[in-house]
């Protein structure tokens, strides 16, 4: 990417020129209000956002520096059988939990997707995408400098598969998930000159995290 002023303010100016091609999708750009875009030790990110869809991209990258709420806290968030209070769908409580356990407030962490296009399932996820939102994320790890990305998923299509793909990081040995012979994953490698440690468990919607406090002090030993 080439060196350009990174301010906060200037995150709809870079979304406009970097996301034009897709400003008419139906997507979201982060999950976390922007009280969150600033420097902190960690950013959350999934594949995408699921479900239909219920704004663009081009009016969610207008509303992101005054957004107020947070996907995994304030939101109630349903399926086809149940609807959930505010924060207590299984994978909002997973992702409180994990973060918690860090020693972070969820409300402090910001949160996002390697692909900000909606789908309704990982099948019609078009991973190219990935490459086309990296810019964006660019400019929001300028605005954090992150020491470690929490990834969701470690499957070949997950934000921990693209991005050790393209940073050519160094990989850690595999660590037990502690739920059958699934593994959690790390590699370092160096995002603008900065260290930054990669973090990738099997993905919340599945893997129950509550209780894994081997998990846990793994991640915090990273970094």
């Known amino acids: 990417m080439e060196k350009i002023l990174i301010k906060k ?9 970097f996301l034009t091609h897709i400003l008419d999708r139906k997507g979201e750009l982060i999950y976390s209000s922007h009280k969150s875009l600033k420097e902190g030790d960690i950013y959350l990110l999934g594949l995408n956002p699921g479900g239909e ?34 924060g207590k769908a299984p994978l909002q409580k997973r992702v409180n939990y994990l973060l918690n356990s860090l020693g972070y407030k969820t ?5 996002s997707n390697i692909i900000f296009v909606t789908s309704r399932n990982a099948d019609e996820v078009n991973y190219g995408l990935a490459g086309y939102c990296w810019r964006f994320h660019e400019i929001i790890l ?15 299509i997950s934000a921990y598969a ?4 393209l940073l050519n990081g160094k990989e850690y040995n595999d660590f037990p998930s502690d739920h ?25 919607s599945y ?6 406090e081997k998990v846990i002090s793994w991640i915090k030993g990273l970094y």
């Open 162 to 165: 693209f991005l050790l793909a």
């Open 9 to 17: 303010e200037n995150l709809i100016k870079h979304g406009k020129e």
């Open 180 to 204: 059958g012979n699934w593994v959690c994953k790390a590699f370092r490698t160096k995002i603008n000159d900065r260290s930054t440690i990669i973090v990738g468990i099997p993905h919340l």
């Open 53 to 86: 869809g219920f704004i663009t991209i081009n009016d969610h990258l207008e509303g992101i520096l005054t957004k107020e709420t947070n996907s995994y806290l304030d939101e109630s968030w349903k399926n086809r059988i149940t609807t959930w209070g505010k």
């Open 207 to 212: 893997y129950n995290i509550l209780g894994k």
């Open 107 to 111: 409300e402090d962490v910001c949160s």
């Open 142 to 156: 300028e605005i954090i400098k992150p020491k470690v990305i929490i990834c969701f998923g470690v499957s070949n």
